[in-house]
């Protein structure tokens, strides 16, 4: 089971990047931008932007996606059934290496859900 601390990691990578969005801040301005116009609501709400945001943390093994699209995801109500399906997908093209971090996000869920965040 993951021990990982995601609230704490969400601040971490915060915090570690301070710095560099003083000292690089078109690239930072520049993510930001990028974000927000590929999470808007289209065809595809953001929720649903963010289960395949999701999704793809899980599959690429990105701990701070994993931390930083769940928090997400409960600010948008996304519910638990819905992480699940969205996470036996993952499985089901990640195999056992997504199935590990399958369990890492089921640990972000429950532990940034009971307002560890």
């Known amino acids: 089971m993951s021990t ?16 560099f969005r003083k000292t690089q801040p078109d690239t930072m301005r ?5 974000a927000q116009a590929s999470m808007a609501e289209g065809s595809l709400t953001s929720k649903h932007k963010e289960l395949i945001a999701l999704a ?12 930083f699209h769940v928090r997400a995801l409960q600010k948008l109500g996304a519910t638990r059934s819905e992480l699940e399906e969205m996470l ?19 640990k972000a869920w429950d532990t940034l859900a009971a307002g560890n965040t």
């Open 4 to 19: 990982f601390d995601h609230a704490g990691l969400i601040q971490g990578i915060n915090e570690s990047l301070a710095t």
């Open 30 to 34: 520049g993510f930001t931008q990028l």
């Open 56 to 67: 793809i943390g899980v599959t690429q093994r990105c701990s701070g996606c994993i931390g």
């Open 88 to 106: 036996a997908v993952c499985v089901y093209m990640g195999g056992g290496p997504a199935l590990m971090y399958t369990a890492e996000a089921l």
